[in-house]
Nanobody, 119 residues
Framework: QVQLVESGGGLVQAGGSLRLSCAASGSIFNINNMGWYRQAPGKQRELVATMTSGGRTNYADSVKGRFTISRDGAKNTAYLQMNSLKPEDTAVYYC?????????????WGQGTQVTVSS
């Protein structure tokens, strides 16, 4: 079992920066992907950025050039560096990890951390 704990959310002004962290604990030996999703009021949860254990990244078009995902060497912590924040980035940000065990991918989610960007 995997537990994910996000931190780093908060209130920032437009143009500012935040760095989110997601620490994975538990049975983390086979984490494949880690990433970040977000959900704003009235909208569906959307992909923000993901990174595979091999370093392949995937970003939403809306954050390319502004957000950067990274993982530590042990692949047990994911980070999301968010620069040039815009009010439309306001959302609850969720950490995601995918574990594949015996060929079965399983998603794990953190509790979410609120990011609010004021104009």
């Amino acid at each position: 079992q995997v537990q994910l704990v996000e931190s780093g959310g908060g209130l920032v002004q437009a143009g500012g920066s935040l760095r989110l962290s997601c620490a994975a604990s538990g049975s983390i030996f086979n984490i494949n992907n880690m990433g970040w999703y977000r959900q704003a009021p009235g909208k569906q949860r959307e992909l923000v950025a993901t990174m595979t254990s091999g370093g392949r990244t995937n970003y939403a078009d809306s954050v390319k050039g502004r957000f950067t995902i990274s993982r530590d060497g042990a692949k047990n912590t994911a980070y999301l560096q968010m620069n040039s924040l815009k009010p439309e980035d306001t959302a609850v940000y969720y950490c995601n990890a995918v574990l594949v065990v015996v060929g079965v991918p399983t998603d794990y989610w953190g509790q979410g951390t609120q990011v609010t960007v004021s104009s």
